[in-house]
């Protein structure tokens, strides 16, 4: 075993937070083990002016970290699973993630304690067509552009540039900003992105000794959920151009499985959900999917 391993992650207090997690986890199981961090700032980090949409989706998170997986720069990455694409390189795998934190959006403001309660002129901010097409579903609210990381978005807020603004739960209280949530958003207004808060490892797929160090550190329910979100995004062909939504969780054995399709102004979107047995969650997620093509996502997505 290697006494020496490199993890490549984002230049974000989140994604180190996120990286620095998974060292720590190593280090528990393997004291001897000397971890580094390569800190890649991303295209994704560096284009802050327009929304992901416009510049190529969330690929721009990842993609010179794989790079770097690639070139044997880093011997692992540390993840946000929501922005891998569903469609991942070839020759690399997410070989483990970790158990999820909550998976639920979150609405911060100053002023108001929910989405419920914002006047009808409020000018909320979100960087995410999913975000902006279900709260634009249910709401009368206006949506501006909301780019950055953790703390300069809750800046711009403060600075009142935002009545409030909707970020995810987990990456709040990764890094120890929960006491800014003013209220989680249930899923019935704003049903989460495949797999928002959970952490995968990604490594090589020739690296089998990076996948026998970190294989402990899998949560197996964790998984299935993720994966069977992510065969959603990947039947749909799932960027950051339509907003589409999915979120699985296991109870009793079985896992049950939601996702949504809307047109970028909300008016119109398409759910559908379903269960089975916990060891046909790719089969769910294929099921799911291909009931949203059949009821109206189809169109949805190719009027794009």
């Known amino acids: 075993m290697n006494k020496k391993i490199t993890i490549a992650t984002r230049a974000s207090k989140l994604a180190s937070a996120q990286a620095e997690h998974v060292r720590d986890l190593i280090k528990s199981l393997y004291p001897e083990i000397v971890v580094d961090f390569l800190v890649i700032v991303t295209q994704g980090d560096k284009i802050l002016d327009r929304s992901l949409a416009k510049v190529g989706g969330k690929g721009l998170f990842v993609k010179e970290i794989e790079l770097a997986l690639l070139n044997g720069d880093a011997d692992m990455a540390v993840h946000s699973m929501k922005d891998v694409p569903a469609d991942m390189t070839d020759s690399l795998d997410i070989c483990s993630i970790l158990k999820r934190h909550d998976s639920r959006d979150v609405f911060i403001s100053n002023k108001y ?133 999915a979120n699985a969780y296991i109870k009793g054995g079985n896992i049950f499985l939601k996702a949504m399709v809307s047109s970028v102004d909300g008016k119109k979107v398409i759910r559908s959900q379903g269960s089975d047995n916990v060891d046909n969650w790719q089969i769910l997620g294929e099921c799911v999917a291909n009931d949203l093509l059949d009821n109206g996502a189809y169109e949805i997505l190719h009027s794009v």
């Not at 902006?132 to 540039?161: H, M």
């Not at 019935?188 to 402990?216: F, M, N, T, Y």
């Open 113 to 245: 304690s929910s989405l419920d309660d914002l006047p009808f002129d409020a000018v909320v901010g979100t960087s995410s067509l999913r975000r902006e097409a279900q709260l634009k579903s249910v709401y009368s609210i206006s949506i501006k552009c909301l780019r950055g990381n953790v703390d300069s978005r809750l800046k711009k807020l403060d600075d009142g540039d935002y009545s409030g603004i909707v970020l995810a739960a987990a990456g709040l209280e990764r890094i120890n900003l929960g006491h800014r949530i003013s209220s989680y958003i249930d899923p019935s207004i704003s049903l989460p992105a495949a797999g928002q808060g959970a952490i995968g490892i990604q490594i090589r797929e020739d690296r089998s000794d990076i996948r026998s160090l970190v294989s402990s550190l899998s949560c197996i329910d964790t998984t299935f959920c993720v994966k069977a979100e992510r065969i959603v995004m990947k039947v749909l062909g799932g960027s950051c151009q339509v907003p589409l939504a």
